[in-house]
């Protein structure tokens, strides 16, 4: 099995295969957002005289990191369906669906995790202004 059918593959062949699918793309996203983060942090980084503290700029950096993530995954969805040769798109077959589970773990994944984090943020946001008011 090379790199490709692990990444570009709706087949489903057995357990250990989707669990490696899933371990192998889980690493690709860390390491995709981790090289998407430092390169937002290192582009762009945070004015030394601004009045919003560091720490909520990285937070917003991060924020930023997911919805580029969500993009280039959705692109990466785009062409995982596009080169699927129409006889595997089965779709009411219910292996299909444990082909398509690692990306749709991830991508749901990535949203929560924006959600979540969008939301702790306006919390962290609310508080603040409350407390200088």
């Avoid at 087949?11 to 090289?35: F, G, Q």
């Avoid at 939301?119 to 008011?133: F, I, P, R």
């Amino acid at each position: 099995m090379d790199i490709s059918s692990m990444f570009f593959s709706v087949e489903y062949r057995d357990i250990p295969d989707l669990i490696l699918r899933c371990v192998l793309l889980l690493l690709a996203s860390t390491l995709a957002l981790w090289l998407i983060y430092l390169g937002l942090i290192k582009f762009f980084p945070a004015k030394k005289k601004s009045s919003v503290p560091r720490e909520f700029v990285l937070k917003l950096r991060f924020l930023a990191t997911l919805s580029l993530f969500l993009v280039a995954f959705s692109v990466y969805i785009y062409f995982f369906i596009k080169t699927a040769k129409p006889s595997d798109l089965e779709w009411g077959h219910p292996t299909f669906y444990l082909a398509l589970l690692p990306q749709f773990i991830i991508y749901v994944g990535a949203i929560v995790l924006f959600v979540s984090r969008y939301a702790g943020y306006m919390k962290a946001l609310k508080k603040t202004e409350v407390s200088h008011a």
